[in-house]
């Protein structure tokens, strides 16, 4: 027979569960906090689908009115950024894990990648603004793409290395066994092992571009209209929001909330959509 | 009559390591030829140069005489990928492609290497897993993963995958080490009937099994820990199980050590 526990044992053990869970609703309560805020007053914001259509009215005092510029400014700017940095990225990783591992270079590299992913943000809109809106004299789409596509392309790059060398050394062989050329073997056989992890980082990439503002004050600025070209100036959400919210005109605070809100949907969509694609691979 | 090789002189390096030293041995169309010996003795290395997946680890290389039919796969002009066309491998841990079908697997030589009607396809999958003795059991669920089978099955669909590319010769790495005794006797099966039509080089653990499956085997042993591996013994199974001529070959297969 075993001796009951003690009264002080008891007591312990029932004191440090309390503490703990108290610990966790303590670190839920900013996080719910803000949700329920953006929820509450985006929602009171977004009066109709016309948020999403139109961009803001001419006078900053009258109500109505929506963020369709921001919204197609942060689109058209992850896009040029995906398209251009993703690649790069998965195109980097593969060398250095499949043709260049533990070599110098790629501990190198490595290395300045995740420094790279440390570095505060608006130091690659600084440098985006060297190299581009120095050059261009005005503002431009395309320097805050870079700016962004800058900040992804280390979390890609380390990322789908990680994935790729997860992939088993035996499958490797198996492919080079049945007198696959290497190219071939990467290309069709590890990449697909490797694409769910892979799509993954790329939609975490994506995501953090998305919600980036110091970067783009000063390369993409702002623009009140709804423009496609990414040789001008552009808004987009992050900005929308800094500049709406630091106003003094009650109707763009109230659209600052609702541009939040949006920005926070559009994360969301991409990060269940990345779930899905990887549920989906893995499955099969 | 399916191929032979004749190996000379075959040394192999892991960065300035020796692993393997001047191994000699010839190996007889339609036979399984055994390699047997204590853990670090060189098999694996030994049996990775015979499809020149050796060189592919970094660092590594391997130098000698190896002729496939007449030919030196070590020849300057030789490509070699076209050698691991005709050299087809089954490893330790079943390896199939994780991302692949079961008929997707079979076919996997064919689907990244060439062109197939699906017709010629279909066939191809059905010869080769009727050969692995693995189509009854998945004939109604070719196109579901392959890594939903159990691990001796995915060994077999590995075996039909070498298999399914016609290989001049089958080298298989240890194949049962990683299967229970029911799953072992199944590829052991397998082997007595591939050496009808397959020249195979057997890697394995088990002095069982070579005593079983194996019409010669080689004794390989590296004397002292770090040494090269070297054959020091190759002869028919059975005068190496009954009459060994070296010392150590006799202290390794009654079980002095190793």
Redesign the interface.
Same mark, same amino acid.
């Given at each position: 027979m075993q001796a009951a526990p003690s009264t002080r044992r008891k007591l312990t053990d029932r004191t440090a569960l309390v503490v703990m869970a108290l610990c966790i609703i303590l670190s839920a309560v900013p996080l719910v906090s803000i949700l329920i805020e953006v929820i509450v007053k985006g929602l009171h914001a977004i009066h109709g689908l016309s948020f999403f259509t139109q961009p803001p009215p001419g006078d900053p005092t009258s109500k109505g009115g929506g963020v369709a510029n921001s919204i197609i400014g942060t689109v058209l700017m992850v896009l040029i950024a995906s398209v251009v940095f993703i690649p790069l990225g998965i195109l980097g990783a593969v060398y250095l894990a499949e043709f260049a591992p533990g070599t110098r270079l790629s501990r190198t590299v490595r290395f300045f990648a995740e420094v790279m992913t440390g570095i505060p943000s608006i130091l690659f809109g600084v440098f985006a603004y060297g190299i581009v809106v120095v050059y261009m004299h005005h503002y431009s789409a395309l320097a805050g793409a870079l700016a962004l596509g800058m900040i992804m392309w280390p979390i890609v790059l380390r990322t789908s290395e990680e994935m790729l060398l997860l992939v088993p050394p035996g499958i490797r062989e198996a492919s080079l066994a049945l007198g696959t050329p290497k190219w071939k073997t990467v290309l069709k056989v590890v990449l697909p092992s490797a694409s769910a992890g892979i799509t993954t980082g790329a939609m975490l990439a994506v995501s953090r571009a998305a919600g980036e503002t110091a970067p783009l004050l000063f390369t993409a600025l702002d623009w009140q209209f709804i423009s496609y070209k990414v040789t001008q100036p552009i808004s987009s959400l992050p900005v929308a929001i800094f500049n709406g919210a630091t106003s003094a005109y009650d109707p763009q605070v109230a659209r600052a909330w609702g541009a939040a809100l949006t920005l926070i949907a559009f994360v969301l969509i991409l990060t269940l959509a990345a779930r899905y694609v990887t549920n989906r691979r893995s499955a099969t | 009559m399916a191929s032979s090789f004749e190996i000379s002189g075959l040394s192999a390096w892991y960065g300035s390591r020796l692993a393997i030293e001047d191994m000699s041995l010839s190996v007889e169309p339609n036979q399984v030829t055994a390699l047997i010996g204590p853990s670090g003795c060189g098999k694996s290395t030994f049996i990775r140069c015979l #499809?020149r997946?050796h060189e592919?680890i !970094?660092g590594a290389r391997a130098e000698g005489k190896v002729m496939l039919d007449g030919e030196n796969i070590y020849d300057d002009a030789m490509d070699p &990928? *076209? &050698? %691991?066309?005709?050299v =087809?491998?089954v +490893?330790q %841990?079943p #390896? !199939? +492609? !994780?991302?692949m079908s079961i008929q997707e697997n079979v076919v *996997? =030589?064919f %689907?990244? #290497?060439g062109r197939k009607s699906r017709k010629e396809l279909e066939e191809i999958t059905q010869a080769a897993l009727t050969g692995a003795g693995l189509w009854d059991e998945v004939k109604d669920r070719l196109s579901s !993963?392959a890594i939903g089978l159990s691990g001796g099955q995915q060994q077999r669909l590995?075996i039909a %995958? *070498?298999t399914a &590319?016609e290989p001049e010769i089958l080298l298989m790495d240890e194949p049962c080490s990683a299967l229970d005794p029911v799953a072992t006797l199944k590829i052991e099966d397998l082997i007595m009937e591939l050496r009808e039509s397959y020249t195979i080089v057997l890697v394995t653990h088990n002095m069982q099994q070579a005593a079983r499956v194996a019409d010669r085997t080689a004794f390989l042993l590296s004397e002292n820990t770090g040494d090269p591996g070297r054959i020091i013994e190759v002869g028919p199974t059975k005068k190496i199980f009954t009459q060994p001529e070296d010392k150590r070959t006799e202290g390794y297969i009654t079980g002095r050590f190793g």
């Open positions: - | #499809n997946l592919l !970094p &990928v *076209a &050698v %691991r066309r005709a =087809g491998m +490893f %841990r #390896n !199939p +492609f !994780p991302t *996997a =030589g %689907r990244l #290497n !993963p590995c %995958r *070498a &590319v």
